[in-house]
């Protein structure tokens, strides 16, 4: 906040004039991003029938599904090229030099300092819940008592399922399921509450297995200091990345995580069903204890073709991956990851805190009544979460459907609102404010 009230000062604009949008956008380092990216108009997202219809939409959901890169279709355009003209031989002789059988490690080369890995610790392979199943596979080893996982209490439908189904599958029962739950008339956990928990637990937890940034709240959660205490209590720790990879730094080396996973159409917009990526630790690199699920494609590269069936797992994140690369899904998340490669996650995050807080800011100053933002301040990523009041939700969620403002909406009363640091603008915030104020203060 501070950033901004200097800038509103130096420029002479208040804060909540759109002039001091429009000038930030002008002053913002990263701005020649946007173009990267595959705009749709008011038309497109809101009908025919729209307002103001050949105007770019204002675009708040890629926590949801971020925007289509141009390097993606580019990408994945060369691809067919190439299957056309060269058939099997792409394999091995490929003309902008990414043959398909290392195609993996041209994705990883770019995706490890995303999330603060060594390219050794990255893997891309199928999606993120197929992933969940095949890490706790290798990773959830329940001996004795110490066979419980700690996952939240709200957390995705998927992860829960996952986690449900590899207990029944272990024949233990659903009591090995321990939930995190915040404190009572609280949306959000607290730190010392979990770790309170793996300290009182700790002896029972076979993997904990927390959401980097929590899907409906937008909770950040402090991976490196639960990470530390669940590992001291002799647990694995695993982390679902879905909303966190592409949104706030990650340090996952450094921090020790055991493993994570994450997709990659929310904030890495590879596009609907795109490949997910997974992280192994270096320290299990050569861990041979592992009971990983094989395939060939896992085995070391230099004999993978001997056929001679005997499995030698390659190092690292590599010997988990069974199958081949999909390679057309794996090309529009290079292509996405060519533009991440213009940029740091610093100076992305640089640019979101700026967005979010510009968000925040706004939606008291312009609207004020009837809306409680659930995400904490100190503890957030670029999405906030909002509650309506129960004879706002209705008014306010159609207003932005229909003045083309593309964001979450979760019945009875929640709006997601997540700016992209990487394509969204301080005026789209603006305009996204706008619509919230006119329609609160019409009903
Ligand atoms: C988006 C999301 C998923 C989606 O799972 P898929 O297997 O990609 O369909 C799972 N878990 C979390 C936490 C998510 O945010």
Known sequence: MELLNTAAQESALAL??????????????LAHLRDEFAIPTVREVAGEDAVDGDAAC????????GLMPRRARAILDDEMDEWASRGVVGHFRHSKDRPWVRYRWKVVEKMAPIVGAKPLEVGVMNTLTTNLHLLLAAFYRPTGTRCKILIEGKAFPSDHYAVESQIRWHGLPASALLLAEPRAGEHTLRTDDILELIERE?????????????????????????????????CVVGWDLAHAAGNVPLSLHEWGVDFACWCTYKYLNAGPGSISCFFVHERHAHNDELCRLAGWWGHEEETRFDMTNRMVPAAGAAGFEPSNTPILVAA?????LDVFSQTTMADLRKKSELLTAYLEHLLAARVGRGIQIITPRAQRGAQLSLLFDADLFQPVARALEAAGVVCDERKPNCIR???????????????????????????
């Open 202 to 234: 700790g002896v029972n937890i076979a993997v904990v297995m927390l959401s980097g940034v929590q899907y409906y709240t937008g909770q950040v959660f402090e991976i490196a200091r639960i990470t530390a205490a669940a590992r001291a209590a002799g």
């Open 417 to 443: 609102l997540a700016p992209a640091p990487l394509y969204n603008t301080f005026a789209d915030v603006w305009r996204c404010v706008d619509v919230i104020r006119s329609a609160a203060s019409s009903s």
């Open 332 to 336: 529009t998340l290079l292509g996405s």
């Open 58 to 65: 204002v675009y708040l959901c890629g926590n949801s599904l």
């Open 16 to 29: 909540d004039d759109l002039r001091f949008a429009q000038e930030m956008d002008s002053r913002d380092p």
